[in-house]
């Protein structure tokens, strides 16, 4: 059975581990830099904000060993702030953290929080308020890195990777 250790420190890292765990993929925190000399397949890097999870890996002295980890062949996957902590570079934010995908990101990509129209179906208005919803304003890819780029991925290189950790 493949084993994914889930970046915790900040974010929506438990929604990650109890989808994981539904389909019977192994999962377990990455907390502290102890942590990661567990044997472990893949890395989630879960939705949450990026700059606190950048700070935090730095500061708990996890960033270099997750950098060489993805750098040497390491599956990883990020989700909205977790793609920008991957990203060599974010469009609107000059900070970069991991910077072990080649992409250009684009924070917020979707709007600001507060700006997003959340969409309730007229026949839950009555039942689910607006404030009530938890909801994301998405990160994005703006750029990929250039063609014949030895970390290019299609998507079906991508569906593959997440499929192998199953």
Same mark, same amino acid.
């Given at each position: 059975?493949?084993?994914?250790?889930?970046?915790?420190?900040?974010?929506?890292?438990?929604?990650?581990?109890?989808?994981?765990?539904?389909?019977?993929?192994?999962?377990?925190?990455?907390?502290?830099?102890?942590?990661?000399?567990?044997?472990?397949?893949? +890395?989630? !890097?879960?939705? *949450?904000?990026?700059?606190?999870?950048?700070?935090?890996?730095? %500061?708990? =002295?996890? $960033?270099?060993?997750?950098?060489?980890?993805?750098?040497?062949?390491?599956?990883?996957?990020?989700?909205?702030?977790?793609?920008?902590?991957?990203?060599?570079?974010?469009?609107?934010?000059?900070?970069?953290?991991?910077?072990?995908?080649?992409?250009?990101?684009?924070?917020?990509?979707?709007?600001?929080? +507060?700006? !997003?129209?959340? *969409?309730?179906?007229?026949?839950?208005?009555?039942?689910?308020? %607006?404030? =009530?919803? $938890?909801?994301?304003?998405?990160?994005?890819?703006?750029?990929?890195?250039?063609?014949?780029?030895?970390?290019?991925?299609?998507?079906?290189?991508?569906?593959?990777?997440?499929?192998?950790?199953?």
């Amino acid at each position: 059975m493949k084993k994914v250790g889930v970046l915790a420190v900040q974010g929506a890292f438990i929604e990650h581990e109890n989808i994981l765990n539904r389909i019977g993929v192994e999962t377990f925190e990455i907390r502290q830099k102890k942590d990661l000399e567990r044997d472990f397949d893949g +890395l989630i !890097i879960p939705g *949450g904000e990026s700059t606190v999870i950048g700070k935090l890996a730095r %500061e708990l =002295d996890m $960033q270099d060993t997750l950098v060489k980890k993805i750098n040497d062949g390491m599956p990883v996957f990020g989700t909205c702030a977790g793609l920008l902590v991957l990203a060599k570079k974010i469009e609107n934010d000059d900070r970069v953290h991991f910077a072990t995908m080649d992409i250009v990101a684009k924070r917020n990509a979707y709007g600001r929080q +507060l700006s !997003i129209d959340v *969409g309730i179906p007229a026949d839950l208005k009555d039942i689910v308020k %607006e404030e =009530d919803v $938890q909801f994301l304003a998405e990160s994005a890819v703006a750029d990929a890195c250039a063609p014949g780029n030895p970390k290019d991925a299609s998507l079906e290189d991508i569906i593959a990777l997440y499929h192998s950790l199953m």
